[in-house]
């Protein structure tokens, strides 16, 4: 694959999009019955607002790297691939889990901080490069 990072970000990209959707539309409806709660669909908006701001950073990465591999960029580059799967994916998980019937809160809710951690890296990795000379 020419660039892997690219096309994770097109996937993330995507498929935040189609879970913003569902949020809007399905989720709401399934609120209105009761069934989820107005926390829970808060929730999967935030994991969608996170998932789509990273794909965003994770492109720009990507075309920044495309020539010149910085080392702080692509450790970034998977902190974010890492913490988007952990923070947002978790949260997809503990939102639906009342529509999904997977109770496994207890596995997810740990996962949520620490995808959350990696986030946190992949933005200090790119904030030491931005401190290091430039390099031509």
Request: aromatic letters at 12%; hydrophobic letters at 50%.
């Amino acid at each position: 694959m020419k660039n892997t990072f690219s096309f994770i970000a097109g996937v993330f990209g995507t498929t935040g999009v189609a879970f913003g959707a569902l949020g809007a539309h399905a989720l709401k409806q399934k609120m209105q019955e009761g069934i989820i709660t107005i926390d829970q669909l808060n929730a999967f908006d935030t994991a969608t607002k996170y998932q789509l701001m990273h794909a965003i950073v994770l492109f720009i990465l990507a075309y920044i790297n495309r020539h010149n591999q910085h080392k702080l960029y692509s450790i970034a580059s998977y902190l974010i691939v890492f913490g988007v799967l952990f923070f947002s994916g978790s949260i997809y998980m503990l939102a639906t889990q009342n529509i999904s019937n997977i109770h496994l809160g207890f596995i997810f809710g740990p996962i949520t901080p620490l995808g959350g951690l990696l986030l946190i890296g992949g933005w200090l990795c790119i904030t030491i490069q931005g401190l290091k000379p430039h390099e031509s």
